[in-house]
Structure formats: structure tokens, C-alpha cells
């Protein structure tokens, strides 16, 4: 069925509110590819239909937002597209009025893969687990504690937990039952005078085992800091100590993360 | 980022400089950067759900599109392109299909039929518990400038999920008329937000 040029461009309200058919939409579609004043005015008609639903913003359950951290370091990120790719036709709205190549994203992927490894965080290498192994020395120093911290990076139960600490700044797990080894790193914590420091902690069941002083940040990151040892039931702690540490906890955590089992 | 209790520091919209800032954490995202991801979160998982929920009506199923457009946008943050329209429109964009495609997947047209009724007032009522109440007012004030055609037209495709022969159908007006009204109300709309 063909229509008129003029008639197609009537639909683009329609379109932009997603009140199409699919055969509609791509055909609309079709006719974007080849109008740049109508993907122009698609673009402006998006941003009024995102500002609408935007402003019914309501506020998500806090415990929703562990579940979609852990989701995301579970999933495998799809690479760019090649510049010079077709765009895909029926694979929906983001694909088509996307299009093909991210500005950003014009260097190869290994190139960039090897920048984002090369500045990454624990969390980061564990969404790219292929490369852990190949990327850890870059990530650390110290090739025994790499080691230990590629173990739990690829371990075949590690798990990621993100919790906020009481005083300021994210606190991110990364543990292996199967290792009896966690991976614990920082982010944003709150700057300690002199005469304090942070200690991590392994609270069980049995009570709490030091498991070392968080070492100073490097560009408001602390760790990795990898702790052995890690017994059924025990949970994370980080307190606030004297700089040199303590036997056990003097003050009351701060920060509270783990599976408890 | 929150504040104090929990609520959505910003809207990404109403903040100056606010999208370039999602668009750069969406970039980061793209290198599979988490905090990068996780601020991504903080932004965008309220608006998201509210828009979802404002097209789902419920909140658990809301709650679960929203996090698989959250995973969405993890995922295929590459795809992610400025020069294409903006952070925020691309995020929207995604959940809205989302949304939409999941209720005509699952509900019938009769069922969707029982709700028109309510579609247009239902803004009102989706739009509890939210952050910035300027910008809230801007998108009502706006909608309210709209002609009633025009706004009805808008908001039962939006948040309706109709289609524009279905929102025809439902106004008895006809179908030219109605995507009419559909691409002037957005130009209205789209002019009264003061979107460039």
C-alpha cells in the first residue's frame, strides 16, 4: 500500500508516541531513513513525550536497585556497532532512531575494552570476565594479591553486593564461597583525621575477625583489598578505629554487607 | 544520588547541564563502568518507573520492566548516540516501547478498552510521590495548553498504549483527524517545555 510522502509524515506524532502498528512503524521507519526533517522532528517530538513520562517520576523500593547492580555485572554489554553497520531493520524504536554508531564509540572495541580494563574497577572487570585473567597485573601490582583477586573475579559463584556506607560513599563486595575470599573496594568514603582509620571486619556468627585497615584512597577509590578466609554465615563490617586498629570492634559498623549463608 | 530521604536528587530534565551529564554517564556505561551504571540508576529508575507504571497501572509488574530497562540500557549503552537525540529521550524512548509492548502483549484490546475512561485523569493520579514538582507543573501546565482533542489524543496513546486507529475508535473521531492532533499536540507540547 503506498501513500503519499505528505500522509507518512502525518504519522509522526503517532510514532513518536509508540501509538503505531509494526507495519506502520516500519514503514515510517523507511521514511525517516531517507527525511532528515522528519528524523529532526521525531527528535523534538521525543523529548516532549520523555519529558511527560519523566515528570510522573515516583520513587523506586530501595532493595530493587541491588537487584539491577547485580543483574548488570552478570550481563555481558553489547560491543558498538561498526560504523559502516546497516541498521537493523524491526529491531525497534532504540535500534532505528538510534542508529548505528555511537559518537563515543568510534575507536575498535578491543582499543577501548583495553582503556576501560586499563581504568577499571573490580566491578568493571567482573562484566568483562573474559579479561580478568588476561588484564589482572594492569589492575594490580602486587601478583599474589592478583591472583587471589582473579580467583574471586572467576570463581563460578562470585557475587557482587553494593551497599551504602553510614557516613558517606559506596561500598562494593565482590565474594566467593567457593574461595572463602572476598574483594571489598570503595568509593566517595568520608576523609578520617589523622588518629582514625577504617577497619574491615568478618562478623559471623561466632563474632568478629579482623580483616584488615582499609588502605588510603587513590583518586577517592580504596582497594582492592582482598580478604581470606571468609567462614559460612559471615557478613562484611567496616568500623571507624584508633589508626593503628583494633582486636575487635570499638565502635558500631558503619557498613553491614553480605548473604548471611 | 539521593537526598536524605531517599528521593531523586534531580530530574534530568529540569537540571541545566543535567542530560550532558547523563549522556556522559551512559558513555561510561558503555566501557562497562558500574558506578558509572549505578548513578544511571539513581537518575532514571524513578522516572522510568513512574512512566511504566503510568502505562501498566501495576506496580509490580512496573517494577519488573523497569528493571530489565535498566539492564537495557547497561547492556546497550554503546548504542547510545548524542547526536541522535538526547540522554533522556533515548532512555524514555526505551521504556515507553517497553511498556507498551509488554501491555499489548498481555492485555486485549476490551481490557484496554475498560481503562480509556480514565486514561486522560490518570496523569493526575501517577504523578504522586514525585521529586521535582516544578517540572511536574511545567508538563501539566503544558498538557493543559494543549486543545482537549489534542490532550486526549496525547495521553491515551502515551499512557494508553493506544494505537492511533484504537484512540480513533475510542473518540469516534476520525483516524486523519487523530494523528492530527496527535503530531500538533506534541509540537505543542513540545514547544511549551521549551525543547530546542
Given at each position: 500500500m503506498k501513500r503519499a510522502d505528505t500522509d507518512l509524515h502525518t504519522l509522526a506524532g503517532a510514532y513518536a508516541l509508540d501509538a503505531v502498528s509494526d507495519a506502520d512503524r516500519t514503514r515510517f521507519e523507511q521514511h525517516l531513513a531517507g527525511c532528515e526533517a522528519c528524523a529532526?522532528?521525531?527528535?523534538?517530538?521525543?523529548?516532549?513525550?520523555?519529558?511527560?513520562?519523566?515528570?510522573?517520576?515516583?520513587?523506586?523500593?530501595?532493595?530493587?536497585?541491588?537487584?539491577?547492580?547485580?543483574?548488570?555485572?552478570?550481563?555481558?554489554?553489547?560491543?558498538?556497532?561498526?560504523p559502516d553497520a546497516p541498521a537493523r531493520p524491526g529491531r525497534g524504536p532504540a535500534s532505528a532512531a538510534i542508529g548505528a554508531m555511537s559518537r563515543l564509540g568510534r575507536r575498535p572495541w578491543l582499543a577501548r575494552l583495553a582503556t576501560a580494563v586499563a581504568a577499571a574497577s573490580l566491578a568493571v572487570a567482573v562484566a568483562m570476565g573474559v579479561l580478568v585473567m588476561g588484564a589482572q597485573h594492569r589492575l594490580h601490582a602486587d601478583q599474589a594479591r592478583g591472583h587471589a583477586i582473579a580467583a574471586v573475579l572467576s570463581a563460578p559463584d562470585v557475587i557482587m553486593l553494593t551497599a551504602q556506607v553510614a557516613t558517606g560513599g559506596t561500598a562494593t563486595v565482590l565474594e566467593s564461597r567457593h574461595e572463602h575470599s572476598l574483594v571489598f573496594t570503595a568509593a566517595g568514603l568520608l576523609a578520617l583525621p589523622a588518629a582514625k582509620s577504617y577497619e574491615l571486619w568478618l562478623m559471623g556468627p561466632g563474632g568478629s575477625r579482623a580483616a584488615g585497615m582499609l588502605p588510603p584512597p587513590k583518586g577517592g577509590m580504596v582497594g582492592p583489598m582482598v580478604v581470606a578466609g571468609l567462614a559460612a554465615g559471615d557478613r562484611v563490617g567496616l568500623t571507624v578505629e584508633p589508626a593503628g586498629g583494633s582486636a575487635q570492634p570499638t565502635s558500631a559498623p558503619i557498613l553491614m554487607l553480605g548473604l548471611g549463608s | 544520588?539521593?537526598?536524605?530521604?531517599?528521593?531523586?536528587?534531580?530530574?534530568?530534565?529540569?537540571?541545566?547541564?543535567?542530560?550532558?551529564?547523563?549522556?556522559?554517564?551512559?558513555?561510561?556505561?558503555?566501557?562497562?563502568?558500574?558506578p558509572a551504571f549505578e548513578e544511571v540508576y539513581d537518575r532514571m529508575a524513578g522516572p522510568v518507573l513512574g512512566m511504566v507504571r503510568g502505562v501498566l497501572r501495576d506496580l509490580a509488574q512496573s517494577e519488573e520492566v523497569m528493571q530489565e530497562v535498566l539492564l537495557e540500557l547497561w547492556r546497550t549503552a554503546s548504542r547510545f548516540d548524542v547526536a541522535k537525540g538526547s540522554a533522556l529521550s533515548w532512555v524514555?524512548?526505551?521504556?515507553?516501547?517497553?511498556?507498551?509492548?509488554?501491555?499489548?502483549?498481555?492485555?486485549?484490546?476490551?481490557?484496554?478498552?475498560?481503562?480509556?475512561?480514565?486514561?486522560?485523569?490518570?496523569?493526575?493520579?501517577?504523578?504522586?510521590?514525585?521529586?521535582?514538582?516544578?517540572?511536574?507543573?511545567?508538563?501539566?501546565?503544558?498538557?493543559g495548553s494543549l486543545t482537549d482533542l489534542q490532550r486526549e489524543s496525547v495521553t491515551l496513546a502515551y499512557y494508553g498504549s493506544y494505537t492511533y486507529s484504537e484512540v480513533s475508535g475510542l473518540l469516534g473521531v476520525a483516524i486523519g483527524t487523530v494523528k492530527t492532533r496527535m503530531r500538533d499536540g506534541l509540537i505543542r507540547l513540545r514547544d511549551c517545555l521549551g525543547v530546542e
Open positions: 529532526q522532528e521525531i527528535r523534538g517530538l521525543r523529548e516532549a513525550t520523555a519529558r511527560l513520562g519523566a515528570s510522573a517520576a515516583i520513587r523506586p523500593r530501595a532493595e530493587l536497585k541491588a537487584r539491577a547492580l547485580l543483574a548488570a555485572a552478570r550481563t555481558r554489554q553489547l560491543p558498538p556497532v561498526a | 544520588m539521593t537526598d536524605s530521604q531517599g528521593l531523586p536528587r534531580r530530574n534530568p530534565a529540569a537540571e541545566p547541564g543535567g542530560d550532558a551529564g547523563l549522556a556522559v554517564l551512559l558513555a561510561r556505561v558503555a566501557r562497562g563502568d558500574q524514555m524512548t526505551l521504556a515507553h516501547r517497553r511498556a507498551v509492548d509488554r501491555v499489548r502483549a498481555e492485555q486485549k484490546l476490551a481490557e484496554r478498552e475498560l481503562r480509556a475512561a480514565s486514561a486522560q485523569i490518570d496523569y493526575d493520579d501517577v504523578t504522586e510521590a514525585v521529586e521535582a514538582t516544578l517540572e511536574r507543573e511545567r508538563v501539566r501546565r503544558c498538557l
